[in-house]
């Protein structure tokens, strides 16, 4: 938008067409709410655009456009007001002028849905109605709509929450949420690519409409590779993550290789919506979905991103999982559109995960760091240093895991269970599952030099063959001791085989290590000396 505004201050005409089409639906929503009329409103806005364009070099600021034209546009409305006697029609007939008229091809149920929730909406307090109008009627993004009137965007939020919460007095949740995707969503072909079975299964309840690909992957795990397709790097992975959690390569590979057939399938599809949340385990699966996409020609389909981090009356959010399918359907409609900056970012961390030097994606993310938190990849900067974190220490070889859990077996965590839920607690960036977790466990617990010992467990590193291994004792040896005061190297010791995105690092003496005071990747040629 910035550049149409810069190309209308220089005369450009197309630009300035450019520019009202895309705010016409938001000076509309203001004139009515304010007029009550639809003539008047139209009569507003477009007297609106003539004095805009009369005074848009008088504009210092582009960025600032969307306060200056709303003013221009109540200036208006004001002078109508003391011209004419409103004239109040329903606001259904405002779908006639400002083009969301169900088409002649759409079913009478859902003409009938939206003349129901246009009257449902009107009905709402002006603070609630008119985001609600603006963001689900219109389609324009939150940042949109903070700029033009004036609002933090999380305030802007809440209204919104707030908004879709007085509505589901009158909607079961399915049907407010079909109700609200048709305005939304236009009746579009939609594709949501979400992030577990959990979540999945809850949208298929019609909390939005389309069909719902759940993505199986964890690119925590394993060794990563910049095209994880190609046959042989897919069958070392596959490999890997058979042998350290269990998951069979053939399964694995016949996974992936469907859920890919349904991805290349995107072109059939208006839009694809991204479902994901602030955890490694999300953002490492985002920035591969970002990179792949980087590489596609989307043509018509628009890609969208609804990724969070809290949600309101969660104390702790681990992740999308956690919500019911009411809390679920509060996000409809909420997500924020991916741009060409989204997708150069996404597969720019992608690579850089990839890499087999962490000093590139440490380097990264320093360079980006301004430019991850303004976009909507906020969550990544926090997420992927949590990963580089995961190397062994320079202090005691111990990575930001294996560190956290022998720290919480010191402080009383005597069961794999409770060791499970303090870790996964303390470091929820990562977004650990069991699966995963058990690996960390079971490595220190193995080989002649455990810093764990778990009662009952000698004879099998398969804790799915122990029983009630949840509750199972956990003591921390002398060694382990030890290694957490900093009088032993973890690596040294026990040796390591282990793969932190594309860095694969084995034996007892490593070359990347994690410098907690740097809070950098550093290479060191052994335990005392780093450059």
């Not at 999380?154 to 609200?180: E, F, N």
């Not at 895991?401 to 960036?429: I, N």
């Amino acid at each position: 938008m910035l550049q149409w505004i810069e190309e209308a201050q220089k005369g450009d005409a197309e630009a300035f067409r450019q520019l009202t089409e895309h705010v016409r639906g938001m000076a509309y929503v203001v004139s009515y709410d304010m007029l009550g009329d639809v003539q008047l409103a139209e009569d507003a806005v477009q007297e609106a655009f003539i004095d805009a364009y009369m005074n848009l070099g008088s504009l210092q600021e582009p960025a600032a456009f969307p306060g200056w034209f709303r003013t221009i546009v109540v200036r208006q409305c004001h002078r109508l007001l003391r011209r004419r006697r409103q004239t109040l029609l329903p606001l259904e007939a405002a779908e006639h002028v400002a083009g969301s008229t169900p088409g002649v091809e759409e079913i009478a149920e859902h003409r009938e849905r939206a003349r129901v929730l246009h009257s449902s909406v009107a009905k709402l307090s002006a603070k609630l109605r008119v985001p609600v109008q603006l963001f689900y009627f219109y389609g324009y993004s939150l940042q949109e709509i903070s700029v033009y009137m004036g609002i933090p965007a999380g305030t802007l939020k809440k209204r919104l929450y707030d908004g879709r919460r007085k509505l589901q007095g009158a909607y079961p949740v399915a049907d407010l949420a079909a109700a609200m995707n048709l305005l939304h969503e236009g009746g579009q072909r939609m594709l949501h690519i979400v992030n577990g079975d959990s979540v999945g299964d809850k949208l298929k309840q019609g909390i939005v409409q389309g069909d719902v690909l759940v993505w199986r992957e964890i690119y925590t795990a394993g060794p990563i590779f910049i095209d994880p397709a190609a046959p042989k790097e897919r069958q070392l992975r596959a490999e890997v993550l058979q042998a350290t959690l269990g998951i069979p390569a053939t399964e694995f590979i016949a996974g992936c290789e469907e859920q890919e057939r349904i991805l290349s399938g995107f072109h059939r599809y208006d839009e694809v919506v991204l479902w994901f949340e602030h955890d490694l385990f999300d953002q490492s699966m985002l920035a591969y979905l970002l990179h792949w996409f980087s590489m596609q020609k989307p043509d018509s389909t628009k890609l969208s991103l609804l990724c969070i981090g809290e949600f309101p009356g969660i104390e702790l959010f681990h992740g999308l999982g956690q919500l019911t399918a009411a809390q679920l359907q509060t996000l409809s409609g909420t997500w924020q559109n991916i741009g060409t900056e989204e997708l150069e970012l996404g597969s720019r961390l992608w690579q850089a995960y990839a890499s087999p030097d962490p000093r590139q994606l440490a380097a990264l993310l320093e360079e980006s760091k301004p430019q991850l938190a303004g976009s909507a990849l906020s969550f990544a900067y926090d997420a992927f240093k949590a990963h580089l974190s995961r190397l062994p220490s320079v202090d005691n070889g111990l990575g930001i895991v294996e560190q956290t859990t022998l720290k919480a077996a010191a402080g009383g965590a005597d069961t794999p269970l409770k060791l499970f839920r303090q870790v996964t607690d303390s470091l929820h960036r990562l977004g650990m599952g069991d699966v995963e977790y058990w690996k960390y466990l079971r490595t220190l617990t193995a080989g002649e030099h455990p810093l764990l010992t778990i009662e009952g467990t000698a004879e099998t590193t398969d804790y799915r063959q122990v029983p009630e291994f949840l509750n199972r004792t956990v003591i921390l040896t002398e060694l382990g001791e030890q290694v957490l005061a900093g009088t032993a190297d973890r690596v040294t010791l026990q040796g390591i085989d282990e793969w932190y995105g594309g860095l694969h690092q084995q034996g007892h003496d490593v070359p990347w290590r994690w410098d907690n005071a740097a809070e950098l990747p550093v290479r060191v040629h052994n335990v005392t000396q780093s450059e």
